[in-house]
């Protein structure tokens, strides 16, 4: 089917290179919500090509460049609808379609918010990271950056109810795109070498890949130009202190969260990864006895506020709680064993 003639209402954008083992699962969750689904293939040589015509949607091929906007924008173009909704091959529908009837008729003086559910794995275990995305675009509204690219509008964000599933952090998939986004990042930074949020994911993609110093580096970079009220400060924060205990820098740690946490000891999320930190530094240093009870306080505040909604308006672990929870049992068994010994 080809979208030439009248101009559609919703229309699925997705770009995709090598997405064989996804894109139907994609297409098809949002196959009954949408007029029509366009696939920029952007090189495959797999079958996502041959999968994605199967499925129904149309299928146009762009040169890749090197720059997700690029890509994005003749996607965009090529749609040509009154309302783009833009995924990754490697997410699907999971909840909410039905607020896509209402917002198909709607005039476009909004942006669509989604929610994106993603499966993580890291040393702690398993879990599910939700973060609100803008998503569903009026037709005029285009992308800026070279990597992760964001939606150029001044329009004012709305919900949409809509939840999509992504498993693009699983470990296989982590391992290519961490490559992958480093080498676009330093080609992003070396055309704007004092962009933070550029320095922000160039830690994350180091971090990905394993290099930790490298990493905190960068975020620290980071940290240095961020503005203050920037939506990402505290994840860039959170993320840091990560990195700085992997590395064992328990004096830079210190140092910035007494400069931080209280700007952030409203997020449940923030202060889950605080109670971590000063946890594993008791660990080294179990002489101490200011450490656990640190953590303790930190698991607690984080616990208390998992119960309250609305505590998390941007990126957040969906366990939280249940973290908090299992990380204040163990440190009371760790207590009565000790009692019991002396």
Not at 13 to 29: K, Q, T, W, Y
Not at 32 to 50: E, K, N, Q
Not at 137 to 159: C, F, K, M, N, S
Not at 323 to 334: C, E, I, K, M, V
Request: glycine share 6%; aromatic share 6%.
């Amino acid at each position: 089917m080809s979208i030439m003639g009248p101009m559609k209402d919703l229309v699925l954008v997705v770009i995709a290179r090598n997405e064989a083992r996804c894109i139907e699962r994609c297409l098809n969750s949002f196959s009954a919500h949408v007029d029509h689904a366009l696939v920029l293939d952007t090189g495959s040589t797999d079958d996502t090509v041959r999968l994605a015509r199967a499925a129904g949607a149309e299928v146009q091929h762009f040169a890749w460049c090197d720059d997700f906007s690029a890509a994005r924008n003749a996607a965009l173009q090529a749609a040509g609808a009154r309302w783009h909704l833009v995924v990754d091959a490697d997410e699907w529908l999971d909840s909410g379609a039905d607020a896509l009837a209402a917002w198909r008729q709607r005039e476009p003086r909004h942006c669509g918010v989604v929610t994106v559910r993603s499966s993580v794995e890291s040393t702690d275990g398993r879990g599910v990271v939700s973060a609100p995305l803008l998503r569903l675009l009026p037709g005029d509204v285009r992308y800026a950056g070279r990597i992760h690219e964001q939606p150029q509008t001044q329009l004012p964000p709305a919900d949409t109810g809509l939840s999509l599933l992504h498993d693009g952090y699983a470990a296989q998939q982590v391992a290519a795109k961490s490559q992958r986004n480093e080498h676009l990042l330093r080609m992003a930074l070396a055309e704007q070498p004092d962009e933070p949020y550029l320095l922000f994911q160039l830690g994350v993609a180091l971090a990905l890949s394993g290099s930790d110093a490298d990493a905190a580096a960068a975020y620290a970079q980071a940290l240095q130009r961020v503005a203050p009220a920037a939506s990402y400060r505290g994840e860039l924060v959170r993320r840091l202190l990560i990195t700085l205990q992997s590395l064992r820098e328990w004096t830079v740690a210190a140092e910035l969260l007494e400069a931080e946490m209280q700007s952030y000891s409203d997020s449940a999320y923030f202060m889950l990864t605080v109670g971590n930190v000063f946890w594993n530094w008791a660990q080294e240093q179990p002489d101490s006895t200011a450490l656990l009870p640190m953590a303790e306080g930190a698991w607690q505040r984080a616990l208390q506020l998992s119960g309250q909604a609305g505590s998390e308006p941007g990126l957040y672990l969906e366990q939280t709680g249940e973290r908090a929870a299992l990380s204040l049992a163990a440190l009371y068994q760790q207590r009565m064993r000790a009692r019991a010994v002396a």
